[in-house]
């Protein structure tokens, strides 16, 4: 955000931000929960403030649709197609059909 705005982007409403670990996306929602680690305090202590002054919100993605995880983890068959295909447009589709 702070990046686009000295860009002279215009910025209009929150950044939405999608996460699949539901006990991240708790901890950044409510300041009142603990984080047990350091480091994890440190990480989230600028996000919580951001969704706190409503710059930023946070949400749920389900692990099956978070395209992420093709970085990330390893995909194998169906689930591979499916994640891609939220990325990319398969032309091969197009013509089988």
């Known amino acids: ?11 209009s409403g929150p950044s939405y931000i999608y996460g699949d ?3 991240v996306i708790h901890n950044t929602q409510r300041p009142e929960s603990t984080l047990q680690k350091k480091s994890n305090q440190i990480c989230f202590h600028a996000l919580r403030e951001s969704v706190a002054m409503g710059e930023s919100k946070t949400a749920h993605v389900p ?19 499916h994640l891609v295909s939220m990325l990319l447009h398969d032309i091969y589709d197009e013509r089988e059909a």
Do not use: F, H, Q
């Open 63 to 81: 692990t099956k649709e978070n395209p992420v995880d093709l970085a990330t983890k390893i995909t194998t068959g169906a689930t591979r197609r």
């Open 1 to 11: 955000r702070y990046k686009l705005r000295m860009m002279g982007v215009p910025i």
């Open 21 to 23: 670990n539901m006990s």
